[in-house]
């Protein structure tokens, strides 16, 4: 990323990176990294695809990648793959004011696996970035490489069977 662009980017999360709540995500793992460090990834990513794609809204969708996994393990122990994106979007709400498309990029991140549909370009924006991400962590930190290979596996099930 190019410093201007950096400078953007850190200006556009700026405040998210200063709260405690989720700051905590530093203490949560997710594919051998924290969760905080993960969603950092998903943010940059889905900010430089939508730079690359022209897309306008590119502050509002960024931010939203930023929160996409905004929750803590004991949080979501039951079924944590399917439920946790609406705890991170509950905590999302609780902590920042939400744009309507924000409140779907959140919800629908993990599409097809979620029941809510994504409903704008951010939302198919964030779920392949976070898809992208997550396979290229599992890779590098090795330890949940299961968790990589379930996650391709499911994703093909869904889509042979819808
Ligand atoms: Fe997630
Ligand atoms: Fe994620």
Redesign the pocket.
Known sequence: MTLKKEIEFNNIVNDILKNKEFIALKYEIHHGISRLDHSLNVAKVTYQTCKKLKIKNYEEITRAALL??FFKNDEVADKAFLN??GK?LKNAQENFNLTPKQENIIAA??FPMSKVMPTNIGSWVVSSA?KFVALYECAKFKAPIKVGATLIFIFNLCFIQR
């Open positions: 996409h996994d946790h994106p991170a991140h993990m976070d």
